[in-house]
């Protein structure tokens, strides 16, 4: 199943991708509720809380509504106003250096254990959104990732039951300013500007995604493809992720982890080479499965 969020004046609410349209959830509820048999969720969060009794009451109602595409309630993905697909997270959780392609080309040592830094809600944006780049810095970045989101309370959890624990992957834009990031040993001002976690287009629940450490992942900026690469290629796998940070902290349903970023950003480029982005641009983050995320720079307005 592949979730989205409709952003309507301020706030966000479900839509669900099928085949004839996004089915915006609230409105489907409003025109045919004598169809939903059990309490139905109206927003993504209610969704991944809820667990699997509130996504087989979301899919049930799904499935019995009419099949025409004409209802008010189905709308075309190009006039929907999008907000991220994860909306209000607990924890937004950050692996660095994951990819070993990426670690090399930075001249960084491989890990021997993940690296951990965090980001806030004030960096969640959606699809085809505008990211104003801060004045404060001269090096934005782009990383093309996955993310898992949870869906189980995890904690010491092993490798071989992580993934039970996850609902859904979707994609990101972790953007990093790099002058911030290095100005000192801690990342955390270089990765925290408003907006730099675009999360979507969809959120697509684990069934539909299969082995999440074999998905293609691209990263293309103007037009031009910057990263190509594979989940198959990160130092620590998706269930060793869980399964590692489940040690430290006790995930819940919604947060979300990025698993880090494949070779190709603009860092990893000889000095003389590097043009970081800058108003005008236009990053698109390709996964497999997961569809496209767009974001184009503005100059910051403030």
């Avoid at 996504?55 to 799904?62: H, K, Q």
């Avoid at 994609?171 to 990093?176: E, K, Y």
């Amino acid at each position: 199943m592949k979730l989205i969020s409709i952003s309507k004046q301020g706030r966000n609410a479900l839509g669900v991708v099928t085949e004839n349209g996004v089915i915006d959830v609230e409105q489907a509820l409003a025109a045919e509720a004598s169809r939903a048999s059990a309490e139905v969720p109206s927003d993504v969060m209610a969704v991944i809380e809820g667990g699997e009794q509130a996504l087989a009451s979301l899919r049930g109602f799904i499935a019995s509504l009419p099949a025409t595409g004409n209802e008010t309630y189905v709308v075309s993905e190009e006039t929907i106003e999008w907000g991220p697909c994860v909306t209000a997270p607990n924890k937004i959780i950050c692996v660095g250096l994951n990819y070993r392609k990426h670690a090399e080309e930075t001249n960084a040592p491989i890990p021997q254990f993940p690296i951990l830094f965090n980001k806030f809600n004030n960096t969640l944006t959606g699809h085809l959104k505008e990211i104003a780049v801060p004045k404060v810095t001269q090096k934005l970045d782009y990383e093309a990732e996955l993310v898992i989101v949870i869906g189980k309370t995890a904690k010491y959890v092993s490798k071989e039951d992580a993934l039970g624990h996850v609902f859904g992957y979707c994609a990101v834009n972790d953007l990093s300013a790099r002058d911030l990031q290095l100005r000192t040993q801690q990342w955390l001002l270089g990765k925290s500007c408003d907006d730099f976690s675009p999360l979507g287009p969809y959120l697509v629940t684990a069934d539909e995604v299969g082995n999440p450490n074999d998905l293609a992942i691209k990263a293309i900026v103007n037009g031009e493809t910057r990263q190509n690469s594979n989940t198959s290629d990160m130092i620590f796998r998706c269930d060793e992720i869980v399964s590692y940070i489940s040690q430290h902290m006790t995930l819940v349903p919604g947060d979300v982890i990025l698993t880090g970023t494949p070779e190709g950003v603009v860092l990893g480029l000889p000095e003389d080479q590097q043009v970081y982005l800058k108003p005008g641009d236009e990053v698109t983050i390709e996964i497999e499965k997961l569809g496209k995320l767009t974001n184009r720079f503005v100059k910051d307005p403030a």
